[in-house]
């Protein structure tokens, strides 16, 4: 069993900057990032492995970035250059399996954190 609680989440005006981290209880392989705005289904943002590869949303390269502490299992996402389309809930997941982190199937999923880009 892992737990995963993310944290970091708030309001910030369009062109901010925000940085969310997500904490996982143990070391696990694969870790991602989610994101679900109102009326919308849940998309993925971007994953990592523990060995550092990861993948992103097209919506999100360039302006977002992915990072891991193994020693702390968390990973981090910053977020830059925010607009209102990124307004959302973020949701962490976990899982020994990279399909299931980008497919969104795995088994650990944190409780979320909103964040509302608006002026």
């Known amino acids: 069993q892992v737990q995963v609680v993310e944290s970091g989440g708030g309001l910030v005006q369009p062109g901010g900057s925000l940085r969310l981290s997500c904490a996982a209880s143990?070391?696990?392989?694969?870790m991602g990032w989610y994101r679900q705005a109102p009326g919308k289904q849940r998309e993925l943002v971007g994953c990592?492995?523990?060995?550092?590869?990861?993948i992103y949303a097209d919506s999100v390269k360039g302006r977002f970035t992915i990072s891991r502490d193994n020693a702390k299992n968390t990973v981090y996402l910053q977020m830059n250059a925010l607009t209102p389309e990124d307004t959302a809930v973020y949701y962490c997941?976990?899982?020994?399996?990279?399909?299931?982190?980008?497919?969104?199937?795995?088994?650990?999923w944190g409780q979320g954190t909103q964040v509302t880009v608006s002026s």
């Open positions: 990592i492995t523990s060995s550092l590869m990861t």
């Open positions: 143990r070391r696990i392989y694969a």
């Open positions: 997941n976990a899982d020994s399996s990279w399909a299931k982190v980008t497919g969104g199937t795995s088994g650990y």
